[in-house]
């Protein structure tokens, strides 16, 4: 019979087997994709599929960055603006909003709590027909102004339930102390609070960036002229033009998603390190 220590031993060998055929499941399409932005149009349209490039060529992302081709830096660039500004907007209204529901005590406040729950009910397609009212009224249609204010709408309720839970993990007695020594409510909020939740605030500003970044069905209707488009309004744009190669379809894609995955990458340190910060402040 195995002893308890070559029963452990199979015990992570099997774990880790299990999570690097997972991992390769998921990622194989990725690879996929990777491999076919290098490949030459002949051999990515063959009818003999190959996984690793025959024919290594750089072309198809040397097209994607041709503005008669596709504008690749003009979509990346309003792209990057309405990311941005959407996620500021929201993480900063979004911790005024967690914080009042937070700690200060008003009449509602148990019933907004519980009504954040019903945001994730519905489908962001119901939104669609008021937003685009709002919007037409505003005389805003078909700016990158109109899809800021949409992704805002999106992505600051799920931002002010965040950060709730966030300023709840922060003991009271902090606020109380910073009370007594004279502060108000808004020098508490971003010289006490904001600080010690610095990790829920990256990992909120992450979302909501995620979300602005990837978005194609609201660019997609509050946006019309090309010049407005979006990264993954000008993909699909591109689908319908004579430009339409499979290997250049796959380089655009890696390169729309390299920004959210360096994203990821750096913030993950922040928030490493704003936890262990916090945790010593506390």
Same mark, same amino acid.
């Given at each position: 019979?195995?002893?308890?220590?070559?029963?452990?031993?199979?015990?992570?060998?099997?774990?880790?087997?299990?999570?690097?055929?997972?991992?390769?499941?998921?990622?194989?399409?990725?690879?996929?994709?990777?491999?076919?932005?290098?490949?030459?149009?002949?051999?990515?349209?063959?009818?003999?599929?190959?996984?690793?490039?025959?024919?290594?060529?750089?072309?198809?992302?040397?097209?994607?960055?041709?503005?008669?081709?596709?504008?690749?830096?003009?979509?990346?660039?309003?792209?990057?603006?309405?990311?941005?500004?959407?996620?500021?907007?929201?993480?900063?209204?979004?911790?005024?909003?967690?914080?009042?529901?937070?700690?200060?005590?008003?009449?509602?406040?148990?019933?907004?709590?519980?009504?954040?729950?019903?945001?994730?009910?519905?489908?962001?397609?119901? %939104?669609? *027909?008021? #937003?685009?009212?709002?919007? =037409?009224?505003?005389? &805003?249609?078909?700016?990158? +102004? /109109?899809?800021? !204010?949409?992704?805002?709408?999106?992505?600051?309720?799920?931002?002010?339930?965040?950060?709730?839970?966030?300023?709840?993990?922060?003991?009271?007695?902090?606020?109380?102390?910073?009370?007594?020594?004279?502060?108000?409510?808004?020098?508490?909020?971003?010289?006490?609070?904001?600080?010690?939740?610095?990790?829920?605030?990256?990992?909120?500003?992450?979302?909501?960036?995620?979300?602005?970044?990837?978005?194609?069905?609201?660019?997609?209707?509050?946006?019309?002229?090309?010049?407005?488009?979006?990264?993954?309004?000008?993909?699909?744009?591109?689908?319908?033009?004579?430009?339409?190669?499979?290997?250049?379809?796959?380089?655009?894609?890696?390169?729309?998603? %390299?920004? *959210?995955? #360096?994203?990821?990458?750096? =913030?993950?340190?922040? &928030?490493?390190?704003?936890? +262990? /910060?916090?945790? !010593?402040?506390?």
């Amino acid at each position: 019979m195995a002893t308890a220590n070559q029963r452990r031993l199979l015990g992570r060998i099997g774990f880790y087997t299990g999570m690097v055929s997972f991992l390769g499941f998921i990622l194989f399409p990725l690879f996929i994709m990777l491999m076919t932005s290098f490949k030459v149009t002949k051999e990515a349209i063959s009818r003999t599929p190959t996984i690793m490039p025959q024919e290594w060529t750089l072309q198809h992302y040397i097209d994607i960055f041709n503005p008669d081709i596709f504008p690749f830096l003009e979509y990346f660039k309003n792209s990057m603006t309405t990311s941005v500004i959407a996620s500021v907007i929201s993480v900063f209204i979004g911790i005024l909003g967690a914080y009042a529901l937070s700690r200060l005590k008003f009449k509602g406040r148990v019933t907004i709590n519980t009504s954040f729950y019903t945001v994730y009910m519905f489908s962001g397609v119901l %939104l669609v *027909v008021p #937003l685009f009212k709002i919007i =037409s009224a505003m005389g &805003i249609y078909d700016t990158l +102004t /109109a899809l800021v !204010v949409t992704m805002v709408v999106q992505t600051l309720p799920t931002a002010i339930f965040m950060l709730k839970s966030y300023f709840d993990t922060i003991p009271d007695e902090i606020e109380e102390a910073a009370m007594m020594d004279g502060l108000n409510r808004f020098q508490i909020i971003f010289y006490i609070t904001v600080p010690l939740a610095v990790s829920g605030i990256i990992s909120v500003f992450v979302y909501c960036f995620m979300v602005a970044w990837n978005d194609f069905l609201f660019a997609s209707i509050f946006l019309s002229s090309s010049d407005n488009f979006t990264l993954p309004v000008g993909l699909n744009a591109l689908f319908s033009t004579p430009d339409y190669i499979w290997g250049r379809m796959m380089a655009v894609s890696i390169i729309t998603a %390299l920004p *959210v995955v #360096l994203m990821y990458a750096f =913030s993950e340190r922040f &928030i490493k390190g704003g936890a +262990t /910060a916090g945790g !010593v402040k506390g």
